[in-house]
């Protein structure tokens, strides 16, 4: 049997989900050919002395470099933004001529977010919803969920999920979309070690020397351990090499998760960890607006500011779990990483 090839995406972005496949010990992973679109001689380098190929590339509008590089291969896994549909297009649709050229089974592994489910508590932009747990069996729901809401008002990562859907249809691709929360905990990838949003509101806090969380805080965000997350990423790659069923188009949507918070707990764990380490003046959680958080993130768009720091998604990974994937983190781990991260962020701010 011919080894497959599989072409990934997002080398600095979700480096954990790269390092993860690399260091696999399923012997059907550890049979394929990997290579990864780089942007950079750096990223080329360290890429290169860990034994995989690599392919330039100058940006995700670069259509040709991106639709060739999928073509020559058998699976791409885009770990690289799931806001960027032109980029989800021209995969799926280099993927798509590998098939016609070669009559060859092909897959698509896409990276989507929890926030395509969530509500919008104070711009009230889809009224009625009340973002109630969707399970990812829940076919039908699922997608007519992301269909109502980007009617309603549309969200780049919604739109990519919709692309990834309608592309993969046209183009006789197996899509498969992997949807994920916040992410917490340490990588071991080749690059930054520190994934997911608590680095971000980290940082931010450093430079107001406060905590600070948008609205009442009483949104629900739920959360995963970068680990965890890779794994699922592992356990579909290692079924589809190995021919298992997969579901994919509109049944192809898979979550993940285990575990939720509220921004209010967030905020508080956030601000006393950080005091407690020096890095911030007091325990106390300010709270903005949206157009406040827009301003101190300079973000244009308030729409953004809320599905990503003020809004509730529940979802239940229903798919994966049947698969027999187990978290290795249990639930409310990410509160043991709170302080951990705040170590890290400070050591990498001096």
């Known amino acids: 049997m011919a080894k497959k090839k599989i072409l990934l995406t997002g080398a600095t972005v979700a480096v954990q989900f790269i390092s993860a496949l690399i260091a696999s010990q399923a012997a059907s992973v550890k049979n394929a050919s990997i290579s990864v679109l780089v942007r950079g001689e750096e990223q080329a380098r360290v890429l290169q002395e860990k034994g995989?190929?690599?392919?330039?590339?100058?940006?995700?509008?670069?259509?040709?470099?991106?639709?060739?590089?999928?073509?020559?291969?058998?699976?791409?896994?885009?770990?690289?933004?799931?806001?960027?549909?032109?980029?989800?297009?021209?995969?799926?649709?280099?993927?798509?001529?590998?098939?016609?050229?070669?009559?060859?089974?092909?897959?698509y592994i896409h990276t989507s977010g929890t926030t395509n489910y969530a509500n919008s508590p104070t711009l009230n932009l889809y009224q009625g919803y009340?973002?109630?747990?969707?399970?990812?069996?829940?076919?039908?729901?699922?997608?007519?969920?992301?269909?109502?809401?980007?009617?309603?008002?549309?969200?780049?990562?919604?739109?990519?999920?919709?692309?990834?859907?309608?592309?993969?249809?046209?183009?006789?691709?197996?899509?498969?979309?992997?949807?994920?929360?916040?992410?917490?905990?340490?990588?071991?990838?080749?690059?930054?070690?520190?994934?997911?949003?608590?680095?971000?509101?980290?940082?931010?806090?450093?430079?107001?020397r406060q905590v600070w969380i948008v609205g009442d805080g009483v949104g629900v965000k739920q959360h995963i351990h970068v680990e965890d997350a890779a794994a699922v990423y592992e356990l579909v790659l290692k079924r589809v090499l190995e021919g298992l069923d997969v579901p994919s188009g509109?049944?192809?949507?898979?979550?993940?998760?285990?575990?939720?918070?509220?921004?209010?707990?967030?905020?508080?764990?956030?601000?006393?960890?950080?005091?407690?380490?020096?890095?911030?003046?007091?325990?106390?959680?300010?709270?903005?607006?949206l157009e406040e958080a827009a301003k101190t993130l300079g973000i244009d768009d308030i729409n953004y500011v809320e599905v990503a720091y003020a809004s509730t998604s529940r979802v239940s990974a229903e798919t994966a779990r049947s698969f027999k994937w187990q978290p290795k983190w249990p639930k409310g781990s990410i509160w043991e990483f709170i302080e951990p991260e705040w170590r890290a962020v400070l050591e990498e701010r001096k």
């Open 250 to 289: 509109k049944e192809g949507i898979m979550f993940v998760e285990n575990g939720s918070h509220s921004w209010n707990e967030a905020g508080e764990a956030l601000a006393k960890a950080g005091k407690s380490l020096g890095a911030l003046d007091t325990e106390q959680v300010k709270r903005l607006t």
């Open 52 to 107: 995989l190929r690599t392919i330039n590339f100058k940006g995700f509008d670069d259509d040709s470099t991106i639709k060739k590089a999928a073509s020559e291969h058998d699976i791409v896994i885009n770990t690289a933004s799931g806001f960027e549909a032109g980029l989800a297009a021209s995969l799926i649709r280099g993927l798509g001529d590998r098939k016609n050229a070669l009559g060859v089974d092909v897959h």
């Open 130 to 208: 009340a973002a109630a747990t969707i399970s990812d069996k829940a076919t039908t729901q699922v997608v007519s969920t992301l269909r109502q809401l980007n009617e309603a008002s549309p969200y780049a990562q919604r739109t990519t999920d919709l692309t990834v859907l309608a592309v993969g249809k046209e183009a006789g691709v197996n899509t498969h979309i992997i949807t994920i929360p916040m992410l917490f905990g340490f990588g071991t990838g080749f690059f930054r070690k520190l994934s997911g949003q608590l680095p971000i509101l980290m940082d931010e806090a450093l430079r107001a």
